[in-house]
């Protein structure tokens, strides 16, 4: 079993970037693939992106894609999420998610089978 714990969120203005970080405790990170989530007010959470177990390939949604960046560490048991051109609608709480190795990126909620808290990040406009 793995805990996950989410950094890195906060407020910053349209346009601007941040850095989330998803620290892993227990089992080593390299055990399985990485997803990040999010959940904007009012509606449900959604995929936001994942990353391979040896980091070899990665998957975005639409709205993010040339945006965000997904990346891991393996030996710093840490993911990461860089988010660039921040825009009002990525405001959300954002949750770093582990996979066991399917053969394929995951993108359901169901297919996740450890999660973070989660961290808030709000952009203004």
């Known amino acids: 079993q793995v805990q996950l714990v989410e950094s890195g969120g906060g407020l910053v203005q349209a346009g601007g970037s941040l850095r989330l970080s998803c620290q892993a405790y227990?089992?080593?990170?390299?055990?399985?693939?990485m997803g990040w989530f999010r959940r904007a007010p009012g509606k449900e959470r959604e995929f936001v992106g994942a990353i391979t177990w040896n980091g070899a390939s990665t998957r975005y949604t639409d709205s993010v894609e040339g945006r965000f960046t997904i990346s891991r560490d393996n030996a710093k048991n840490t993911l990461y999420l860089q988010m660039n051109i921040l825009q009002p609608e990525d405001t959300a709480v954002y949750y770093c998610?582990?996979?066991?190795?399917?053969?394929?990126?995951?993108?359901?909620?169901?297919?996740?089978?450890?999660w973070g808290q989660g961290t808030q990040v709000t952009v203004s406009s």
């Open positions: 227990g089992r080593t990170l390299s055990s399985y693939d």
């Open positions: 998610a582990a996979s066991w190795n399917l053969g394929r990126i995951a993108v359901g909620e169901y297919e996740y089978s450890y």
